[in-house]
Nanobody, 125 residues
Framework: QVQIVESGGGLVQAGGSLRLSCTAS????????MGWFRQAPGKEREGIAC????????YYEDHVKGRFAISRDNAKNRLYLQMNALKPDDTAVYYC??????????????????WGQGTQVTVSS
């Protein structure tokens, strides 16, 4: 059974940094594009960053571009999200996601095959 587990969330002050990790098991990790999504209280889940299976292509939503960096290590079945210059608006539950069909590289994938359970990120002002 596929299992995706996020870690690295926590409480940080505005302007600080966090690094999220996501580890996948029972998954052909290298066959999937991987993405990070988040859901703030009372809001819909939104995609923020995605990376192709090889790591050669990345995509960021405008509101995180230049502050967040997505990366992956296929040998370790691991995905990362380095988050810098955090703002209170970044407070959310962050989810790791796997997609076999990332077609439009100028947007987040529209189909997700597997989700993680999420990790809470809280940014205080």
């Amino acid at each position: 059974q596929v299992q995706i587990v996020e870690s690295g969330g926590g409480l940080v002050q505005a302007g600080g940094s966090l690094r999220l990790s996501c580890t996948a098991s029972a998954l052909a990790f290298g066959d999937y594009s991987m993405g990070w999504f988040r859901q703030a209280p009372g809001k819909e889940r939104e995609g923020i960053a995605c990376i192709s299976w090889s790591g050669a292509s990345t995509y960021y939503e405008d509101h995180v571009k230049g502050r967040f960096a997505i990366s992956r290590d296929n040998a370790k079945n691991r995905l990362y999200l380095q988050m810098n210059a955090l703002k209170p608006d970044d407070t959310a539950v962050y989810y790791c996601a796997a997609s076999r069909n990332w077609i439009n590289r100028n947007a987040m994938p529209t189909t997700i095959d597997h989700w993680g359970q999420g990790t809470q990120v809280t940014v205080s002002s």
